[in-house]
């Protein structure tokens, strides 16, 4: 039996599953609730200084009927007094000794951090989290990403933090810079013990287009927000993969961005995360959804014969390689099931369109199986990804498995394209049509 | 029993949040089947598209550009054997887009706000005049009318919209509904209509074609067949079209008799079944000539008689309505198909008691007005020949679409064949 507890840079926590800094961490009477139903920890709200907050705060996107695949917010930190934070806090972790609590902060001057630091450490939390990652509202007031993009500046802070510290400190990473493991490695040098990521991702959610403004609205106007919510995990995923893989960082990491299932949990642990964080799902659907991820976890970790979160941490880092080492020799093709084909021709089109015209349509029009022209299809998925039906299309292998050569191998032998009309370019191999026939009709 | 409730719309007007998790199912099939389904070809992907994307007015002029009646052919098409019976999401038994009811989400919103559907050009000084204010009739005009043809329509009674008012059973439309689109069309487009007016004689169609440069038939079908076995003019006993009409006119509020006998096995049957039982009978047989799986009734609408409870016999043929005065039951004979010939197995007579008969066994042609157009071809079922490329019938002059020429089809189909015969006329004319 899978066992779920992990120690994550010295923080203990029954389960991988913590509450991200968010309106679900907000009091602890929220945070209480969520451990009563099976959350391992939770990060709590953004301490600091307390902030007044505009209403409304929140925007979504929509996609085809399902509501809130991506959500944006203006809200800022607590808005409520440090001292009442700290009480209850307290309080959370005599009923929960051994679920995790950690404080999110942001202040501003040394004394301040010096001071907050010591004040959550007194009320007891297990380890904290430096906010540096906030795109809204904080960071115009130098705080939030504003620490977060200048590396120097979080290495500063980070050390202030370091001075005081006497539980692990995670320095909490903004996706709003180039390149991610620049922060994280200054996190490592001013000697953080963890990092996580993402924060939200500076954003404009959309327009109201009648009358101008965009979302959230507040009174007449708008401002940018951070994005998070599913829309968000590839991004997310891409960053925890790149501070993970990078020699310089080398620090636990706890993964957060979108996650709203065990899959997407476990994805984030397979790229090197060890506790995940989750916080927009519990806004949409509630505390609850941790009966799934538990549950869910474990039916994974049995079936894959792993007893602890330990053994699979970043096991999918070493498949994920550059570009250039890749192999070019291995070669799939589109197969249709055509048992399962309901004729919806929405592969015809989408190959016809947006791809390499590989698909073709049965000259009886009452047959609407479509067929794959393999001379043509660079193996590029589409089809099968926007295919309705469940393994309709799969992508089938059709090399031998025994070439491999690399593009890295290939600039070494001198044999890639260097011109712009070089007979080693890839595309030659497939027939592209004559422009003039796209209007025959 | 609550009759009001019996007869509620069985395809009711979807809300917002309804219309856009339907219209988020759709795939945008490549050619799709639903449009290739639809008699009038409405580019169904792009209309749900569009109520997916919150502009319900491109949505409802996507619709009447292919079909002048969208709002009754979404609520009164068999959608289950057109576009939904064709939506791919049959094959995983996944539920059919509910299309008819995305349409007419779109197409009453159209109505209820006078969309402005069409700029209609100035007039090209020509006239058409059109027999008929059906669904055939009020299609071909607005055709018409799009093209700056002044168009008369000329209707026997008085009222719009043919058997999609006084014959399509209540339940799937309402008299309301039906007239309100006729009215929109009407203002949007342009057309006369002068009610009673029957256009029967030789004089009638001498005066039309002189004073107009064509003329549309779409005077549909008459009254109910005869069924020609003794008894048949009993009180009681009744044919379908007339029963249904006056329920459609006259709306019954108390059940009306106890035990109903239906004869026939075709769609217009089962309405009358379905109907019968909602408006309270005690019992309804439905009395079919041949086997059950040879009803020309659509699946669904037999279906909907046994929802409303009605009963059916299968392979029985009525030989005398019995009673006094009054229709108190049916003599029947059983049947057998031998050789695909129906033959009356002898001796197996038996009556069935009952105290109404409707007769839904077809109607008849209305060749006797017909046979005053000169060279105008009638094929040996009684139907008006036509190009079916243009409506033009054997009489240049003349066109025709709807019942008259296809024998008894759907709404949708005398929509498709008006707007035909409305650009065959403009082609004509203008050649």
Redesign the interface.
């Given at each position: 039996m899978a066992n779920l507890n992990i120690n994550f840079a010295g923080i203990k926590s029954p389960n991988p599953f913590w509450l991200a800094s968010g309106p679900p961490t907000n009091s602890g009477y929220q945070i209480m609730k969520a451990f009563d139903q099976g959350w391992g920890g939770a990060v709590w709200k953004t301490l600091g200084v307390p902030v007044v907050n505009v209403s409304s705060r929140y925007g979504a996107i929509n996609h085809r009927g399902n509501k809130m695949v991506g959500l944006n917010n203006i809200e800022l930190i607590t808005d409520r007094r440090l001292s009442d934070n700290l009480r209850e806090m307290e309080e959370v972790k005599k009923h929960f000794p051994d679920h995790a609590v950690i404080a999110s902060l942001m202040v501003q001057s040394k004394t301040e951090w010096h001071q907050i630091v010591k004040d959550v450490q007194n009320a007891g939390a297990d380890g904290i989290e430096l906010n540096f990652g906030c795109p809204h509202g904080m960071c115009e007031r130098g705080m939030g990403s504003a620490v977060g993009q200048e590396p120097e500046v979080l290495e500063l802070l980070t050390g202030w933090v370091m001075d005081v510290a006497k539980v692990p400190v995670i320095v909490k990473l903004t996706p709003n810079i180039s390149d991610i493991t620049v922060p994280a490695q200054a996190a490592r040098r001013a000697g953080a013990d963890a990092i996580s990521l993402i924060n939200t991702i500076q954003s404009l959610i959309g327009i109201d287009i009648d009358k101008f403004i965009a979302y959230p609205v507040v009174e007449n106007h708008s401002t940018n927000g951070g994005y998070c919510g599913p829309a968000v995990k590839p991004i997310a995923l891409n960053m925890v993969k790149n501070c993970a893989q990078n020699p310089y960082v080398q620090l636990p990491i706890s993964g957060i961005g979108g996650i709203e299932n065990w899959r997407d949990a476990v994805e984030f642990i397979l790229l090197g995360s060890t506790s995940v964080q989750i916080c927009t799902a519990v806004m949409h659907y509630g505390f609850g959804i941790i009966r799934e991820l538990t549950a869910g976890l474990e039916q994974y970790m049995d079936s894959h014969g792993f007893a602890t979160i330990d053994q699979f941490v970043g096991k999918a880092l070493p498949n994920i390689k550059d570009w250039a080492d890749l192999n070019l020799k291995y070669s799939v093709k589109a197969s249709i099931d055509e048992d399962k084909c309901i004729g919806c021709q929405l592969c015809y089109t989408a190959c016809e369109d947006g791809a390499h015209q590989a698909i073709d349509l049965n000259d009886d029009k009452s047959i609407r199986i479509p067929k794959i022209n393999e001379e043509n299809c660079v193996g590029c998925n589409l089809c099968s990804l926007i295919c309705p039906v469940e393994n309709c299309i799969t992508m089938v292998r059709k090399d031998d498995g025994k070439q491999h050569i690399t593009w890295k191998q290939r600039t070494e032998a001198d044999n890639i394209p260097l011109i712009f009309d070089d007979e080693l370019a890839g595309g030659l191999s497939h027939a592209v049509r004559k422009p003039i026939d796209a209007l025959k009709k | 029993m609550d009759i009001e409730k019996n007869f509620a719309q069985i395809k009711p007007l979807m809300n917002s949040s309804e219309a856009?998790?339907e219209s988020?199912?759709c795939?945008?099939?490549?050619?799709a089947?639903c449009t290739i389904a639809c008699p009038t070809a409405i580019d169904i992907p792009l209309f749900i598209r569009q109520i997916?994307s919150e502009n319900i007015i491109g949505a409802a002029k996507t619709i009447y550009e292919s079909n002048y009646l969208g709002n009754t052919c979404g609520k009164v098409c068999p959608t289950e054997v057109l576009c939904e019976g064709a939506c791919?999401?049959n094959?995983?038994n996944i539920p059919a887009i509910d299309i008819g009811r995305l349409q007419n989400y779109a197409t009453n919103n159209a109505i209820l706000t006078k969309l402005n559907l069409v700029e209609i050009p100035d007039s090209i000084g020509k006239s058409i005049a059109i027999i008929g204010a059906g669904p055939a009739g009020i299609s071909c005009a607005c055709q018409l009318r799009s093209e700056g043809y002044k168009v008369d329509i000329f209707e026997a009674r008085n009222n719009p919209s043919g058997l999609a008012l006084h014959g399509v059973a209540p339940y799937k439309i309402t008299n309301e509904e039906v007239l309100m689109e006729v009215e929109f069309l009407r203002e949007q487009f342009g057309f006369n209509v002068f009610y009673n007016q029957r256009v029967e004689n030789k004089e009638d169609m001498e005066y039309l074609e002189s004073k107009y440069g064509a003329i549309f038939l779409g005077i549909g079908l008459g009254g109910s067949t005869a069924i020609k076995i003794r008894g048949e003019n009993k009180q009681n006993c009744f044919g379908a079209t007339e029963f249904i009409e006056q329920i459609k006119i006259e709306p019954i509020v108390e059940p009306f008799a106890k035990k109903v006998i239906v004869l026939g096995g075709g769609n217009t049957a089962m309405d009358v079944a379905t109907e019968s039982a909602k408006l309270g009978a005690e019992k309804v047989i439905l009395a079919y000539r041949r086997t059950k799986s040879e009803m020309k009734a659509y699946y669904f609408e037999y279906d909907l008689t046994k929802d409303a409870g009605a009963e059916s016999v299968f392979n029985v043929a009525p030989i005398e309505i019995v009673g006094k005065n009054s229709a108190e039951g049916v003599k029947f004979i059983r049947t057998e198909t031998i050789d695909g010939k129906l033959e009356y197995i002898s001796s197996s007579e038996f009556v069935i008691a009952c105290d109404l008969v409707v007769k839904a066994t077809g109607q008849v042609k209305q060749t006797s007005m017909l046979t005053n157009i000169s060279g105008l071809k009638i094929d040996k079922s009684g139907q008006i020949s036509v190009n079916l490329s243009s409506g033009q019938t054997s009489n240049p002059k003349y066109f025709a679409g709807g019942d008259v020429v296809n024998g008894g089809k759907e709404v949708v189909n005398a929509v498709f064949e008006g707007k035909i015969a409305g650009k065959g006329i403009h082609e004509f004319l203008c050649k």
């Open positions: - | 856009y998790y988020s199912r795939l945008f099939c490549y050619d089947p997916n791919v999401f094959k995983l």
